[in-house]
T-cell receptor, first 117, second 117 residues
Framework: DADVTQTPRNRITKTGKRIMLECSQT?????MYWYRQDPGLGLRLIYY???????NKGEISDGYSVSRQAQAKFSLSLESAIPNQTALYFC????????????????FGPGTRLTVL | AQKVTQAQTEISVVEKEDVTLDCVYE???????LFWYKQPPSGELVFLIR??????QNEISGRYSWNFQKSTSSFNFTITASQVVDSAVYFC??????????????FGTGTRLQVTL
């Protein structure tokens, strides 16, 4: 089984609809992230969370919200989707290794392709 | 502010050629980390390497090698004897040390590598 899973993998929705993208991880990491990828722009950070009590805005948080329901779950919501939110969304996790040494290397889920019509 | 520049948008090579992907970064921190990720046509992001700012040793892993030079703020990636399976978009990324919180990754815009027979 994959260490970082995202659901759904693909979603088509209409302008104005509320959408939730979910991310779960079995890596035991405490840090989780949401990015979006647009052609030619690389990946840009939307929100990140150090642990369940810590939520931080990233570079492009407007129009998005997040919820850290548990250490292993981090959801991204689009309250009222608009067409320019059409993108590939990635969840990532990072955290200390089992030996207790922090590497903070981020490992990514498979991505969710969202289309807003 | 952090910045990562990948000036090569697309590179095309014939199989077995060597190819170097350039990455130039900007940061004010003395402690930082550099990464390379691979995004094959299937879309997932695969972690390739992490290098910290205090370790300028070049690294080789099979056909892959990385050249880190702090003097020129560069972290270049070379594929020796390229293969069709190397065709992907490659991202360089930078994070700064942030004890007690999550470290944000800043990505370059990626270099698309096409390897043909």
């Amino acid at each position: 089984d994959a260490d970082v899973t995202q659901t759904p993998r693909n979603r088509i929705t209409k302008t104005g609809k509320r959408i939730m993208l979910e991310c779960s991880q079995t890596k035991g990491h405490d840090r989780m992230y949401w990015y979006r990828q647009d052609p030619g722009l690389g990946l840009r950070l939307i929100y990140y969370s150090f642990d369940v009590k810590d939520i931080n805005k990233g570079e492009i948080s407007d129009g998005y919200s997040v919820s850290r329901q548990a250490q292993a779950k981090f959801s991204l919501s689009l309250e009222s989707a608009i067409p320019n939110q059409t993108a590939l969304y990635f969840c990532a996790t990072s955290g200390p290794q089992l030996a207790g040494v922090s590497t903070d290397t981020q490992y990514f889920g498979p991505g969710t392709r969202l289309t807003v019509l | 502010a952090q910045k990562v520049t990948q000036a090569q948008t697309e590179i095309s090579v014939v199989e077995k050629e060597d190819v170097t992907l350039d990455c130039v970064y900007e940061t004010r921190d003395t402690t930082y980390y550099l990464f390379w990720y691979k995004q094959p046509p299937s879309g997932e992001l695969v972690f390739l390497i992490r290098r910290n700012s205090f370790d300028e040793q070049n690294e080789i892993s099979g056909r892959y090698s990385w050249n880190f030079q702090k003097s020129t703020s560069s972290f270049n990636f070379t594929i020796t004897a390229s293969q069709v399976v190397d065709s992907a978009v490659y991202f360089c990324a930078l994070s700064e040390e942030r004890p007690g919180t999550a470290s944000k990754l800043t990505f370059g815009t990626g270099t698309r590598l096409q390897v043909t027979l």
